[in-house]
């Protein structure tokens, strides 16, 4: 009984409790979240460009 009382508990704090956002508020989020995971790749680019030159510079000095 335990497990049942669960998941009607877990049903009505879904439906009864937690504020669900809109659809405009939902569009927002994942335009923030597109835009940020577009500049986090640029950066990571930007640094392992850097950094494949720089070992480049590296090892044509040793070698």
Do not use: R
Request: charged share 15%; aromatic share 12%.
């Amino acid at each position: 009984m335990k497990i049942v009382n669960y998941v009607k508990e877990s049903y009505a704090e879904l439906v009864q409790k937690v504020s669900w956002p809109t659809w405009s508020q939902l569009q927002s989020s994942a335009i923030v979240v597109m835009v940020a995971s577009l500049l986090f790749a640029i950066v990571i680019l930007a640094m392992d460009l850097t950094f494949e030159n720089l070992m480049k510079a590296i090892y044509s000095l040793l070698y």
